[in-house]
Each structure stands twice: as structure tokens, then as C-alpha cells.
């Protein structure tokens, strides 16, 4: 038996539960039809993320996936190009959508070590007037990623470039709070840089779905289209969009202690034998070493009420259902799983 009762879970900061005070808030939402732009907590949600990320409109969607989708349709057309790093989720990790659904084609660029898209890259990439070339139309980047945080002297750059041929932005955000409490800046400080940026709530805000595109009112009301569309205009959602409220009026700050967690986890895992550890970045913690030892230790954690998840080594993420006894425990496993 594991002398500690109680599952940990570490393999991503999606598997939150929803908090009695944020069920609670869900219960008691006023909701109204949103296709019909009728429910007021969705309002009050996407004005809330709007003005959050300095931006004048928003909408709200139910994942991630869809949100970024929804972006790179209303900023591209049929035959249009977006340059995006090769592990960013918007290219590797959303099933093709916006080329299997909207005939535009990715241009992954291999990211730097720290997860970068090379500023000398995203010049030479954008293509010319062609007739050969898909037309480049857009930049998508991503903070943090892999729980690294792009800096905003970064990010001012690579979308100077961008914008100096014409070429839109997008900002992947579902960790956008986790980005602005690491780099100690504000969420608009990171967003301003951008022409539209998504932002889970689903992710370390700990609402149990949910996603915000934030951008102009001309983008939103195109992306409004797309959303309705690819099947995402829901009705009495308030309830859920509820939660994201909350997620928002009491999670952000919280980040900080994840951050913690995962400096506190990266501190205890050092000088085990041929183990790289990566980190902490922001809530993020990664372990790397061949993948027999990967699939083993997985094994040996679930048996002792411990998740992790990895191929290649494992990416370890707080969250906000994890504390630091979790972490001294966690780190007490792991030591012993690989030892
Ligand atoms: C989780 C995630 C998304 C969106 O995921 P959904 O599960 O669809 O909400 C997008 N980008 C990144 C970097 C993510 O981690």
C-alpha cells in the first residue's frame, strides 16, 4: 500500500477539479441564450478576458483548440500560410484543423532551446510574391511553451518582424497568466504584442472548461462566425462561463505558488544518475532519460498513487490541486521508482 492515501497528479494541469466556491458560482449564474447574444455571465466573461488582455472584444469557446482554430480562420484565407514553431500546439497537437478545415497551410519552423521561434527564421520564411508560394499571412506564437515563458523584448521583436510584411499575429495563451506571473509583467503587457490571443481557463485557472479568443471587435465578429460554424455556439453556457470568472477573480495570482511547487520539485529531483532536469519552468518540470526507464517509473508512480506521463522522459506540471507535501511526496517516489 502507499503510505500516502491520496492520488497526486502530475501529468498536466488540466485535471483540475472544480472548488466548492467555483461549483457554487456555477449554480448560481444568470444565463440567457448566447447564440442570441442573451446570456449576460458569457458577457461579463469575454468583457472581463477582454479587458484582462487589453484587448476591446472577446468570445468565448469551449476549448482551446477550437479558439485557435476560430483565429487562424479569421485571420487566413483558402491557400493562405502561418508560420509556427514545429512543437507548438497550434501546428503539432490540434489534429491539422486549420489546414484539414481551413485549406491553410502551416509553416512549422524548428524552435530554439528556448522553445523560440529563431528571429532570423521568421524573415527568411515569409514568402514572397509568388505564385508558387502560399501567400504568408500570419505569425502564431505561443507562451509559455512546454512551460517556458517568451520574454517580452522576444516577443516585441519577432512580431516587429512580422508586422513590418504585413503579416498578422496570434498568440497561443493557454498559459498566458502562467507567462505573465513568471515574467512578473502584466497579461496585456504580453497581449499588446499580438492582434489576438487565446487563453484557457481550463488549464491552471482551474475552470473545468473553457477558452477566451481575445482581439479586435472586427476579428471577434469573424471569429463569431467561425465558432457558430465549426459547431461551437452554445446556449444556456453561462453556467459554465461562470466558472471562468471565478477562474479569473481568483486563480490568477495563485499561479505563483505552482511556480513554487515546481521550483520545490526541480530542487528535490537534482543529482539522480542520468536524469536531465529541465526546469522549473513557470509549472513545469521536465525529466529526461532514455524511454524504458520512462515507461517504468510510469509504472512504478501509478502504483504508489502517483500520475505522470511522458515518452521520452516526463513533463511534470503543478497545478492547483497539488501542494508542497504533494510535491515532497511526489519526489520521494520518483527517486525511489528510478533508483
Ligand atoms: C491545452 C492547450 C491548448 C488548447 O487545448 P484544449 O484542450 O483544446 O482546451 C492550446 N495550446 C496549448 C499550448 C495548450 O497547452
Known amino acids: 500500500m502507499p503510505d500516502h492515501p491520496r492520488v497526486i497528479d502530475l501529468r498536466s494541469d488540466t485535471v483540475t477539479a472544480p472548488s466548492a466556491a467555483m461549483r457554487e458560482a456555477m449554480a448560481k449564474a444568470d444565463t440567457g441564450d448566447d447564440v442570441y447574444g442573451e446570456d449576460p455571465t458569457i458577457k461579463a466573461l469575454e468583457a472581463r478576458a477582454a479587458e484582462l488582455t487589453g484587448k ?8 482551446g483548440t477550437q479558439s485557435n482554430l476560430i483565429a487562424l480562420l479569421s485571420h487566413c484565407q483558402r491557400g493562405d500560410e502561418y508560420l509556427v514553431g514545429d512543437q507548438y500546439h497550434t501546428y503539432k497537437f490540434e489534429g491539422g484543423g486549420a489546414a484539414v478545415l481551413g485549406s491553410i497551410q502551416p509553416q512549422p519552423i524548428p524552435l530554439d532551446k528556448e522553445r523560440r521561434i529563431p528571429l532570423d527564421a521568421i524573415a527568411a520564411r515569409i514568402s514572397d510574391d509568388d505564385i508558387h508560394l502560399a501567400k504568408t499571412r500570419l505569425l502564431a506564437l505561443e507562451n509559455t511553451c512546454g512551460g517556458y515563458s517568451l520574454p517580452l523584448d522576444y516577443l516585441a521583436l519577432a512580431t516587429g518582424i512580422a508586422r513590418e ?47 477566451v479568443l481575445c482581439g479586435s471587435p472586427f476579428l471577434i465578429k469573424q471569429a463569431l462566425r467561425w465558432r457558430k460554424m465549426t459547431g461551437g455556439g452554445m446556449r444556456q453556457a453561462g453556467i459554465i462561463a461562470a466558472a471562468g470568472i471565478y477562474a479569473l477573480d481568483n486563480n490568477i495570482e ?16 537534482q543529482g539522480i544518475d542520468n536524469v536531465e532536469i529541465d526546469g522549473p519552468h513557470s509549472n513545469m518540470v521536465h525529466m529526461k532519460f532514455d524511454d ?23 513533463r511534470i506540471v503543478t497545478h ?12 520521494r517516489i520518483i527517486r525511489t521508482g528510478l533508483s
Do not use: M, W
Open 56 to 63: 476591446q472584444a472577446a468570445l468565448f469557446c469551449p476549448t
Open 165 to 211: 510584411h504585413g503579416l498578422a499575429t496570434h498568440l497561443d495563451g493557454a498559459r498566458l497568466f502562467n507567462a505573465a506571473i513568471d515574467l512578473d509583467v502584466s497579461a496585456a503587457s504580453i497581449a499588446e504584442n499580438f492582434d489576438s490571443v487565446s487563453v484557457c481557463l481550463s488549464k491552471g485557472l482551474g475552470a473545468p472548461v473553457g477558452s
Open 254 to 269: 495563485r499561479l505563483a505558488e505552482d511556480h513554487k511547487n515546481a521550483a520545490l520539485l526541480s530542487e528535490l529531483l
Open 292 to 314: 524504458t526507464r520512462t515507461k517504468h517509473l510510469i509504472e512504478y508512480a501509478g502504483s504508489q498513487g502517483l500520475k505522470l506521463s511522458g515518452r521520452y522522459g516526463i
Open 320 to 331: 492547483l490541486d497539488v501542494d508542497a507535501d504533494d510535491i515532497r511526496q511526489a519526489a
